[in-house]
């Protein structure tokens, strides 16, 4: 490792060379490689952490480039996987560093497999998702392994953010330096559909970064071991109205699903959004976890308003996305359910039927 280039950062007391050694042995899991998580990753590769494991299902579109700093127009021509493309770019950035590229949909399946044993265990996760039940499976992660997670959301011109350093016997950090959890927080994640996202939303790019050096500032403390100095608060930001609020965090709930009754719903399965392929339809159907409250259609026919032509008929909400082309190139459609279950025709393959469900619908 070649310390000068890390000169101005050796300056700070906080890091210092031995810091610095000590971020060049850690290893960060990212998941989500859009707006949050590519921000995340160019600071923490240019930080000098020594591995970044980047985990993203989705490939890169014209669209992204207004707020995903680590893309080019040419990765967005070729629809190149954003992991593969970030951890391309990266490269670049800092050879020093060893990059990893999973394109696949982070779930309960692999979480575990990500973490612990993908090569090594992960020192610290920080999330750069769009959808609460993936976030809710790295808590789960997170408690029960005793990892640090550093949660983060943007849209539109608001952002939040707040680092979990869970209860465990077995965390490096003293019991009362921990966090409450994710859960403690936001016990049960928005019904699907209720919540706008940055497809229907927008999102302001300067809000995005703004949330996502946050995170990255509370990773690179964690990686040092500064855990004293990890924010015990719930930032929230509207950067349009320069308003910001910090909510004091309490103490852990010992009633809390996840971290009070260890209860990892998530991490086992339990509450996994399941696609189902329609035999002969061209069709996949998204059901939303079990227990998912019924969705406001009129309010979500609103949202999706300028994406196509919607229509309320009866428990139904169907509409045309035009800006999503299906298998046979025209638009695809959905068709809602009331308590979530959304039908994408047009479309063949589940892993594109769930992004467009998590991008409009918001699961």
Request: with cysteine.
């Amino acid at each position: 490792m070649d310390l000068q280039r890390y000169h101005r950062q050796l300056l700070l007391p906080q890091v210092g060379e031995e810091g610095q050694r000590r971020l060049a042995s850690s290893h960060a899991l990212i998941v989500g490689c859009g707006a949050l998580g590519s921000c995340q990753a160019e600071i923490l590769a240019r930080a000098g952490v020594g591995r970044l494991t980047l985990v993203d299902r989705d490939c890169v579109e014209l669209t992204n480039l207004q707020r995903q700093v680590l893309f080019r127009e040419q990765d967005a021509r070729e629809g190149v996987p954003k992991a593969q493309a970030a951890k391309q770019q990266l490269k670049e950035i800092n050879s020093d560093i060893t990059v990893g590229a999973v394109v696949d949909d982070f779930n309960f399946t692999n979480a575990e497999r990500l973490a612990l044993h993908a090569p090594d265990r992960v020192n610290v996760i920080l999330d750069g998702l769009d959808n609460f039940q993936t976030r809710y499976l790295l808590n789960d992660l997170a408690v029960k392994y005793a990892l640090p997670y550093v949660y983060g959301g943007a849209v539109s011109t608001q952002g939040m953010m707040m680092p979990v350093l869970p209860l465990a016997d077995s965390a490096p950090w003293e019991t009362g330096e921990s966090t409450p959890c994710l859960r403690c927080i936001f016990e049960e994640e928005p019904a699907a559909g209720s919540t706008p996202t940055c497809d229907t939303a927008g999102v302001l790019s300067p809000v995005v970064i703004l949330i996502a050096s946050l995170q990255a500032a509370e990773a690179i403390k964690i990686l040092l071991g500064k855990y004293k100095d990890v924010r015990r608060t719930l930032f929230n930001i509207d950067i349009w109205s320069n308003r910001i609020h910090e909510m004091a965090l309490p103490a852990p709930n010992p009633d809390c699903h996840c971290c009070g009754r260890r209860d990892f719903t998530y991490l086992v399965g339990e509450r996994n959004t399941r696609t189902t392929s329609l035999c002969g339809t061209g069709s996949v159907q998204v059901t939303p976890t079990v227990g998912n409250k019924d969705i406001d259609l009129s309010a979500l026919a609103e949202r999706l308003a300028p994406h196509g032509v919607f229509e309320l008929k009866g428990m139904l909400l169907r509409g045309t996305l035009e800006n999503e082309k299906g298998d046979n190139g025209q638009p695809c459609k959905l068709t809602v359910f009331p308590n979530g279950r959304t039908i994408v025709n047009g479309i063949s393959d589940p892993a594109r039927a769930l992004t467009i469900h998590a991008r409009y619908i918001g699961a």
